[in-house]
């Protein structure tokens, strides 16, 4: 098995040089460290975490702790986080909790607490004060995504305003008859992201001096197929017709278009759809989004949490919402009334 000793005598320097070029652990110029990591790769030399961690107190693993890993939104987060985190040089141990209380009682209480990891990141987790009080316990990095949790550094986009931003963009072209297509009130995510997509839908009517009552509100499950199924009911019937769509999110107006477009409906002459998130497919659909980058949030989270370890202090310990971009495409223009 090949040795640090042979590292170091290939790149010509001392052992402690070569481990400290390894580990990261101390100083070692660039040239000097890139003549150690050819040479550990010559020989197929790979440093030991754990004499590593002994060293230098870490394990070079982030815990994320996530409550889904096939939806869009929660998959591009991850992706960002793991680039990031390669391109730091650490692992990542990936928890998925599920609606099961006892199951998120083990990762907390037992999994997180117990395990060697030297920070957690939380996405769409929206963390209880004993749960803060076992992480915070770890002295520990810890950064949400998601929304505000006491205690801990968070960030995200303003759901609020993020749909009060596409709703004006729709009363801007001239259009008065606007209907929110969103998620279910009793069936809400973490951070109450249902209600504040709706919130925000009614503030930009209710400024407007608009119908904003129950009659503009349709809940579904935030899916493309939810939002097919929905627009498929909401557009059958031209006489109660809106002239244009909000949606709780890209999925839904996908939907929304894919199902207008089967009613003989045409996108955006007769109505108008916009979306938010940002989706990967909103290209294809020419959907008008508001974009809010999922990817580079967990790369986000990722350099907060590398900040503390390095030893900078979290700037504030509170939430901070992320900047979101209005994509304008060819699903939304003038009302034909207009």
Known sequence: MSALSDVARIAQVSKATAS???????????????????AAATIGYVVSSNASSLVTGRTRNVGVVIPHIN???????????????????????????????????RVFEYFLVRKRVDAVIAVGIEL????????????????GIGGPIQGIPTLSIDDVAAAALVTEHLISLGHTSIMHFGGDQQSEMD???????????????????????????????????????????????PRTRPTAIVAGSDEVAIG?????????????AQLSVVG??????????????????PGAQGASAVEQVMAELDGESAAVRAWTPYPVRLEVRSSTTAPLTA
């Open 20 to 38: 400290r070029a390894l580990s990261g652990n101390g100083y070692v110029s660039a040239e000097t460290r890139d003549r150690v990591v050819a």
């Open 71 to 105: 939806r869009w939104y929660f998959g591009d987060v991850l992706e960002g986080i793991e680039s990031a985190l390669i391109a730091a040089g650490y692992d990542l141990t990936l928890y998925r909790l599920s609606s099961d209380a006892a199951e998120r009682r």
């Open 128 to 143: 209880t004060p004993h749960e803060v009080g076992l992480l915070g316990g770890l002295a520990k990095p810890i950064v």
């Open 191 to 237: 951070f109450r992201v249902h209600s504040q997509r709706l919130a925000g839908f009614r503030q930009a009517m209710d400024a407007a001096g608009l119908a904003s009552g129950d009659d503009t509100f349709r809940a579904t499950e935030l899916s493309m197929p939810g939002g097919y199924e929905l627009a498929l009911s909401v557009l059958a019937d």
């Open 256 to 268: 929304t278009i894919v199902a207008a477009r089967q009613l003989g409906i045409h996108v955006p």
């Open 276 to 293: 938010i998130d940002g989706h990967e497919l909103a290209p294809m659909f020419g959907l008008t989004t508001l974009a809010q980058d």
